[in-house]
């Protein structure tokens, strides 16, 4: 065989390897039923904060806080987030954490935060005032 054909097919096979290990990594959404049941692998769970649940010191750990979460399904579950707390927290409509289940907690390594839309406010402001506005999003 040719040096070309022979480095033309570990090239091949590298970009086979690298692909099998990036699908790997693509997980979907899942609930705390499904986290639960395999701690092993790291989750991605969509779901709201449980109002009055949250539990952050700055002075003893500025970087770790806690809130109880529930679940699309309905399921509330702890989630300890290993990073500071975002600005408005209390806020969200929607939170999206990345982790898996320790010691009866769901450790959070990731969130995304989706805020409320700056168009529900100002239709909540008109609707007080009289004012009818329809914002399409």
Known sequence: MKKTS??????I????GILITMLGDFNTYSDFET?????DRTHTVIGQLVPGTTEYDPTTDANKFSFVMKDEKGLEKKVVSLSEKPQDFERSEQ?????????????????????PSKYQDQAI???KNG?????YP
Do not use: D, H, R, W
């Open 35 to 39: 986290a639960l049941s395999s701690p």
């Open 13 to 16: 096979a590298a970009a086979i």
């Open 125 to 127: 402001q008109n609707s």
């Open 95 to 115: 939170i999206l954490i990345k982790g898996s289940f320790e010691k009866g907690a769901f450790i959070a390594s990731s969130m995304q935060l989706k805020c």
């Open 6 to 11: 022979i480095l033309f097919l570990i090239l």
């Open 131 to 135: 004012t009818q506005v329809e914002y």
